[in-house]
């Protein structure tokens, strides 16, 4: 599989000219193998002989964006309850009995865009394993619906205060970044629509979305993509054929700044501020976006850990953080912090903020933001994750953007590119802010009260028209 790789006697790891150094060090593709069932399942290898088991991952289009409002939460739900069995071997104690007897481990995730599946399996078991795997999806027992319910509603009970209120920070914001839109929910729904999900339902869901052309499949490891489409044919080519949903187009963001807040009885405040930005479909705003988030917060010599942590010691846990979806995305950056420390800490972070909108970047900062950009392109390629995001999911969203091509983007990129993005991006008609912990409304009115005449004060003056 293509990597790079330094000669340490001739080319140091910080060079001063990153497009030579590209050029003598070139990031190379993975080499990976595609095609398609005759269902239109789309079947991925990455040939990895050095591996010791096969890692297979199915992914299907079908996450909790494209839930309808009374659906909220059939996606997730959906996902436990392919685990509970098959029409063969109805028992999940059984079904993972059997699995585990052959070493191989299976798990599954769902997010607004996909639900991922995956299993590692020794090469040996391969072929068994990934037979039993695939009756999850082609002949499932949807069984135990009671069961799984009071399951999921406990999950639910992770994220809320003794009150029933949600606190998890990013599904309280995306009510504001995404109002009336199906990417405003939790992926794990409502209590409502979890509590009158029927068997009914879910079949209903996996007909519509678990088809051919919205699925694909992934192997990672010691295979041969020859054998390895064999063997999707013959374990996933009874799933029906054909295109799932159009993907719902993100709505407009309410005009901001809003301010929310939630009390939970804990010893520290998580505050969090959300900008509303764009998604991988529109590469000239995600690389300035994506350049912002690692200015902010990639390393200890980053400007949030070096000038917010280390210098004012006034947290331990901050962070910046950039989650694109094919269209939209946002860009977050959070802290736990004692409540004392509170609007310190807020006007240490627009200071950040308001340095991104108006000063470019100087050499030496650009030129660690390349070199380390450069190696995390690099190391992706050796992770399988990254390998489905990149070569395997974006293929359903007709998005994928190859290795070389992402290095050349960020190559291309400028100081002046990002400050500028920045200044539209940075804005308080785009952000939400999010309080969780104690007192936290008493909190959330003092930063309001403080710092609101600061935010509307920030506007677009950038030169640059790039």
């Given at each position: 599989?293509?990597?790079f790789?330094?000669?340490?006697?001739?080319s140091?790891?910080?060079?001063?000219?990153?497009?030579?150094?590209?050029l003598?060090?070139?990031?190379t593709?993975?080499?990976?193998g595609?095609?398609?069932?005759?269902?239109?399942?789309?079947?991925?290898?990455?040939?990895?002989?050095?591996?010791?088991?096969?890692?297979?991952?199915?992914?299907?289009?079908?996450g909790?964006?494209?839930e309808?409002?009374?659906?909220?939460?059939?996606?997730?739900?959906?996902?436990?309850?392919?685990?509970?069995?098959?029409?063969?071997?109805?028992?999940?104690?059984?079904?993972?009995?059997?699995?585990?007897?052959?070493?191989?481990?299976?798990?599954a995730?769902?997010?607004?865009?996909t639900?991922?599946?995956?299993?590692?399996?020794?090469?040996?078991?391969?072929?068994?394993?990934?037979?039993?795997?695939?009756?999850l999806?082609?002949?499932?027992?949807?069984?135990?619906?009671?069961?799984?319910?009071?399951v999921?509603l406990?999950?639910?009970?992770?994220?809320?205060?003794?009150?029933?209120?949600?606190t998890?920070?990013?599904?309280?914001?995306?009510?504001?970044?995404?109002?009336?839109?199906p990417?405003?929910?939790?992926?794990?729904?409502?209590?409502?629509?979890v509590?009158?999900?029927?068997?009914?339902?879910?079949?209903r869901?996996?007909?519509?979305?678990?088809?051919?052309?919205?699925?694909?499949?992934?192997?990672f490891?010691?295979?041969?993509?020859?054998?390895?489409?064999?063997?999707?044919?013959?374990?996933?080519?009874?799933?029906?054929?054909?295109?799932?949903?159009?993907?719902?187009?993100?709505?407009?963001?309410?005009?901001?700044?809003?301010?929310?807040?939630?009390?939970?009885?804990?010893?520290?405040?998580?505050?969090?501020?959300?900008?509303?930005?764009?998604?991988?479909?529109?590469?000239?705003?995600?690389?300035?976006?994506?350049?912002?988030?690692?200015?902010?917060?990639?390393?200890?010599?980053?400007?949030?850990q070096?000038?917010?942590?280390?210098?004012?010691?006034?947290?331990?846990?901050?962070?910046?953080?950039?989650?694109?979806?094919t269209?939209?995305?946002?860009?977050?950056?959070?802290?736990?912090?004692?409540?004392?420390?509170?609007e310190?800490?807020?006007?240490?972070?627009?200071?950040?903020?308001?340095?991104?909108?108006?000063?470019?970047?100087?050499?030496?900062?650009?030129?660690?933001?390349?070199?380390?950009w450069?190696?995390?392109l690099?190391?992706?390629?050796?992770?399988?994750?990254?390998?489905?995001?990149r070569?395997?999911?974006?293929?359903?969203?007709?998005?994928?953007?190859?290795?070389?091509?992402?290095?050349?983007?960020?190559?291309?990129?400028?100081?002046?590119?990002?400050?500028?993005?920045?200044?539209?991006l940075?804005?308080?008609?785009n952000?939400?802010?999010?309080?969780?912990?104690?007192?936290?409304?008493?909190?959330?009115?003092?930063?309001?009260?403080?710092?609101?005449?600061?935010?509307?004060?920030?506007?677009?003056s950038?030169?640059?028209?790039?």
């Amino acid at each position: 599989m293509g990597s790079f790789s330094i000669n340490q006697e001739s080319s140091p790891l910080h060079p001063m000219d990153m497009e030579a150094f590209s050029l003598a060090h070139p990031l190379t593709e993975p080499h990976y193998g595609t095609s398609q069932l005759d269902n239109g399942l789309t079947v991925v290898s990455f040939p990895m002989p050095w591996l010791h088991e096969v890692g297979v991952t199915i992914l299907a289009r079908s996450g909790s964006r494209f839930e309808r409002d009374r659906e909220a939460g059939i996606a997730h739900f959906l996902e436990h309850m392919l685990f509970k069995g098959t029409k063969r071997i109805p028992d999940p104690t059984e079904l993972h009995t059997q699995l585990e007897a052959l070493a191989a481990d299976m798990n599954a995730a769902t997010g607004p865009e996909t639900n991922l599946y995956w299993l590692n399996v020794p090469l040996i078991h391969l072929e068994e394993s990934l037979s039993l795997f695939a009756e999850l999806f082609t002949e499932p027992a949807l069984l135990g619906i009671e069961n799984e319910r009071q399951v999921i509603l406990a999950e639910m009970r992770e994220d809320e205060n003794e009150a029933g209120e949600n606190t998890h920070p990013f599904v309280m914001a995306s009510g504001q970044l995404w109002k009336n839109h199906p990417l405003e929910r939790s992926v794990l729904g409502t209590r409502e629509t979890v509590e009158n999900v029927e068997v009914a339902d879910l079949h209903r869901y996996l007909q519509k979305h678990y088809r051919g052309d919205n699925m694909a499949v992934a192997f990672f490891g010691p295979v041969e993509h020859a054998h390895v489409h064999a063997l999707a044919e013959k374990t996933l080519g009874a799933l029906a054929a054909g295109p799932g949903e159009p993907t719902p187009p993100p709505p407009p963001m309410p005009a901001g700044p809003h301010w929310l807040a939630v009390n939970d009885p804990t010893a520290q405040l998580s505050l969090s501020l959300f900008f509303r930005c764009a998604g991988q479909q529109e590469p000239n705003r995600f690389y300035p976006t994506a350049a912002m988030r690692r200015l902010l917060d990639d390393g200890f010599a980053s400007r949030l850990q070096a000038e917010v942590r280390e210098k004012e010691g006034l947290v331990y846990d901050l962070w910046a953080a950039y989650s694109a979806y094919t269209d939209t995305g946002t860009l977050e950056i959070g802290a736990s912090v004692s409540p004392e420390n509170l609007e310190v800490l807020f006007h240490n972070l627009i200071q950040q903020l308001h340095k991104l909108r108006t000063e470019p970047a100087g050499q030496e900062e650009w030129l660690r933001l390349k070199t380390r950009w450069y190696a995390a392109l690099g190391s992706s390629l050796d992770r399988p994750s990254e390998l489905v995001e990149r070569y395997v999911s974006d293929q359903l969203f007709h998005c994928v953007e190859p290795v070389t091509e992402s290095w050349q983007r960020v190559l291309q990129l400028t100081p002046e590119q990002v400050q500028f993005q920045a200044e539209l991006l940075l804005r308080p008609e785009n952000l939400v802010v999010v309080l969780v912990g104690p007192n936290a409304e008493k909190h959330r009115k003092k930063l309001k009260a403080r710092f609101s005449e600061t935010l509307a004060s920030w506007h677009i003056s950038s030169p640059w028209q790039g």
